[in-house]
């Protein structure tokens, strides 16, 4: 249970700070204590500590503004991609930080987090919401505009078997694009269900979780695992 | 122009009563201590007595007429004694203290208006009754009133709950609306919706479909839907458990309700008023449960007639039995839609077709041509039921232009009982329907009529069979 008093003391450092909401590195810290993969990232608050991680975690690596003040990363031009030397590195580190200083001169800025460069896979969406009448659910849909557009999206009470989880993602409309068409292999759906069951239990263990948001999470092929590329988690009020 | 929409008098031997020798009710033995808060419901359908109370002189609710309705239904339905009090004095036969009645009646039936059910609900609890249905809706104080009887041991259905209990098997009729008594058979209805469960009744009783029990559980104060659903699960006359709900109150708990029942019983639920993304979440909370979710009346009683009657599918398999081909292709393309497929006939039921019916050709749909009769059908049944690459079947009887009488279409009642796989009825049309449907409706094959309706039904008995082999029952 060494997981569990790791996520509440996080929880509350984050509320002792007013907030609701944790920024990337926090909620992946989360769910790697939980046992979700997630892409490695971690805060760095100078250029010399991004080099550092940079050089830890392996080029290419990826840049992200740490801000509570910045939902949008990308809007506030605050991410770089494919940083693969110390000089670029950098030179990111700074220009994001220039941009978001521009973007919004008040945003509180924690620093840059260097983020592992994972090639992209097969997307997915997964998340927990709490219904008023039922609870902590576990919600399954496929990247892009599966989710966005057609609302493809299946959904299950948490905690999940594993079951369940299979059968949430066979649910949704555009699951032969995991089952693998045109010759393409399948994807790990194990992994995808012990994903799902994972964080539904997350949910169901920490009532104040009001929201979790994986997107994406890259599934790769069969036997391969997947990965969540990007999180959110949003605490409840009070 | 109006007086169009007015509404017709109802013809009088509009519903069929059951006729039977008044028969009183076993009265309940008495118990020192007070009885646990899941015997008690069953008060609400099997009291030893029903106690009426209103006042003859003042409605409860400015548009609506609960008293008198409710003790013409009790006195014309129920063979167990009910006691009136009316305190306006004015019907006749009835008492007009609530102090009289002490200790005559367990289950009161209250359709005073909010004034003086004020004070009366007190008293119901000195008349030592152990349930109160709470018709009209009532608003704050005697809420409470009805708060504060609880929490001396008397259970209370509602308010809002005018539509109240049913017990097909003792004629209680605890409701306000008039002629509501169907026949009896395995279905039991819970409606939080007093319209929706007059809807779901008045459809059972004009379609001969068998109920053991219903309650409309309105603003449930006190008694819900889990408690009664467990209730019904151990209910012995109940086969299948439909349930509307309106709002699920503790969802959970509901949840939980559903999933202990559905292991035992088929559970069905109406749940409308949500939309896009609460609306799978339903989904999903109702499939967890193990349930069949329905979108409207007639599919819920559809599905629930076939639920009650049928045994359940073990496979996806089905085969089409008809006398007429543009039926079975509508048949075939519904079978597709709902996920099922169409059965490949064996060997064996070839040879043995081909050699009584040489004319008929041994594919699926399994189209006997139009001078079929019952013998015809009847054999052919009997071989694909045999089958072992058939897990259910739909045969469909056309009398249009056909030699077949509604009469002949028993004979798949009979054949279908010998084996342990579900047979539905397609009878398409109006007149023709109501024709085949009428010679089977006291048989064991539910008819529908639209291929689409007996697909359904065919698809919630797979599930069922799904459901029951997931629990490993």
């Known amino acids: 249970m060494a997981a569990k008093k790791e996520i509440i003391e996080l929880f509350a450092s984050i509320r002792g700070q007013n907030r609701r909401e944790l920024l990337e590195f926090e909620a992946k810290k989360v769910l790697s204590a939980w046992g979700v993969k997630t892409t490695r990232i971690e805060l760095a608050r100078d250029t010399n500590e991004a080099v550092k991680l940079a050089r830890e975690i392996k080029y290419p690596v990826v840049l992200k503004i740490a801000s509570p003040d910045i939902i949008h990363k990308s809007d506030a031009r605050g991410v770089k991609v494919g940083l693969s030397s110390e000089i670029e590195v950098k030179q990111a580190f700074e220009e994001i930080v220039a941009n978001v200083r521009a973007y919004k001169p008040d945003a509180n800025i924690l620093g840059v987090a260097v983020q592992e460069f994972i090639p992209p896979a097969r997307e997915v969406i997964v998340g927990t919401l709490r219904d008023p009448s039922f609870g902590p659910v576990v919600m399954f849909g496929l990247g892009g505009i599966w989710v966005e557009v057609l609302k493809d999206v299946s959904f299950r009470l948490a905690p999940i078997t594993k079951e369940d989880a299979l059968e949430m993602v066979q649910e949704i409309r555009g699951y032969p694009v995991l089952a693998g068409t045109r010759g393409a292999p399948p994807a790990d759906f194990e992994a995808l269900a012990d994903l799902l069951q994972r964080v539904g239990e997350l949910a169901v263990e920490f009532p104040e979780i009001s929201e979790i948001d994986l997107n994406p999470v890259f599934v790769f092929d069969e036997g391969k695992g997947v990965v969540a590329a990007d999180a959110r988690i949003i605490l409840g009020e009070g | ?473």
């Open chain 2, 1 to 473: 122009m109006l007086r169009f929409f007015r509404r017709k008098p109802a013809p009088k031997p509009k519903r069929r009563r059951v006729v039977k020798k008044p028969r009183k009710p076993k009265a309940t033995p008495r118990r020192r201590g007070p009885p646990s808060r899941g015997e008690a419901i069953g008060a609400f359908f099997e009291p030893r007595a029903v106690l009426v109370v209103g006042a003859s002189g003042i409605r409860a609710e400015p548009t609506q007429e609960f008293f008198r309705p409710t003790v013409e239904n009790m006195l014309r339905f129920y063979r167990g004694k009910t006691h009136v009090v009316d305190l306006s004095g004015r019907l006749e036969g009835a008492s007009r203290d609530l102090r009289k009645v002490r200790g005559k009646a367990e289950l009161a039936i209250l359709t005073l208006p909010q004034g003086p059910a004020l004070k009366n609900v007190k008293r119901l609890v000195d008349a030592r009754v152990r349930a109160v249905i709470a018709a009209p809706r009532y608003e704050q104080g005697v809420r409470e009133e009805l708060e504060a009887a609880v929490k001396r041991g008397v259970r209370v259905l509602g308010p809002n709950a005018a539509m109240g209990t049913l017990n097909t098997r003792n004629g209680l009729c605890a409701s306000f609306e008039r002629g509501l008594m169907p026949k009896q058979g395995g279905i039991a209805i819970i409606s939080q919706s007093n319209s929706v469960g007059a809807a779901i009744l008045d459809s059972a009783c004009f379609r001969g479909i068998g109920v053991s029990k219903f309650v409309s559980t309105g603003d449930a104060v006190d008694v819900n839907e889990a408690e009664l659903i467990d209730y019904l699960s151990r209910d012995v006359n109940t086969r299948v458990i439909c349930v509307g709900i309106r709002e699920v109150r503790e969802g959970r708990g509901f949840v939980e309700a559903v999933r202990r029942a559905a292991e035992k019983k088929p559970v069905v639920v109406l749940k409308g008023g949500v939309v896009g993304e609460q609306d799978k979440i339903y989904d999903a909370a109702i499939k967890q449960a193990l349930a069949i979710r329905v979108r409207d009346v007639e599919e819920l009683l559809g599905v629930a007639e076939a639920l009650a009657k049928q045994p359940l599918m073990l496979g996806d398999r089905v085969a089409i039995i008809s006398n007429a081909s543009g039926p079975a292709i509508l048949v075939a393309d519904a079978i597709h839609r709902e996920g099922l497929i169409l059965a490949k006939l064996s060997e064996k039921t070839a040879k043995a077709m081909a050699h009584k019916y040489p004319g008929i050709s041994v594919v699926n749909p399994l189209e006997l041509g139009v001078g079929a009769e019952a013998k015809c059908y009847g054999f052919t049944l009997e071989q694909v039921l045999a089958d072992p690459g058939v897990d259910g079947v739909v045969v469909i009887t056309a009398l249009k232009s056909r030699p077949l009488e509604p009469d002949d279409a028993r004979v798949v009642a009979e054949v279908a009982k010998k084996f342990k796989k579900p047979v539905v009825g397609v009878a398409m049309g109006g007149e023709d329907h109501i024709l085949v449907h009428d010679a089977l409706k006291d048989m064991s094959v539910p008819v529908y009529d639209l291929a689409e309706k007996a697909v359904c039904a065919l698809k919630a008995l797979r599930r069922y069979g799904q459901i029951r082999w997931r629990v490993g029952g």
